[in-house]
């Protein structure tokens, strides 16, 4: 059974930093797409970061490239993402999921923690 379970969300003034952690389990993070992706109050979910440990690559949404990296540790299961600079708008929910290879859609889906950025 695969579990996601993200943390080190909070409140953060503007300017300020933070780390998510996703912890997996069930699933080796080599042979899986590890994403990020963050839902606003009121919007749509919307992607963040994504990375494949397999050697694909990492890529980014325009709007956090050069704040936030994604980052993994292979020996503890979990993947990060280190957010810098945050702005009010950066404040959503933010989940970790997990694609399996060949597939478009993620197949697995943490619970969420909360990110909330003061202005």
């Known amino acids: 059974q695969v579990q996601l379970v993200e943390s080190g969300g909070g409140l953060v003034q503007a300017g300020g930093s933070l780390r998510l952690s996703c912890a997996a389990s069930?699933?080796?993070?080599?042979?899986?797409?590890m994403g990020w992706f963050r839902q606003p109050p009121g919007t749509e979910r919307e992607f963040v970061a994504a990375?494949?440990?397999?050697?694909?690559?990492?890529n980014y949404a325009d709007s956090v490239k050069g704040r936030f990296t994604i980052s993994s540790d292979n020996t503890e299961n979990t993947v990060f993402l280190q957010m810098n600079s945050l702005k009010p708008e950066d404040t959503a929910v933010y989940y970790c999921a997990a694609r399996l290879p060949g597939n478009d859609a993620y197949d697995y889906w943490g619970q969420g923690t909360q990110v909330t950025v003061s202005s």
């Open positions: 990375v494949a440990l397999f050697g694909v690559g990492i």
């Open positions: 069930g699933v080796p993070l080599r042979s899986v797409v």
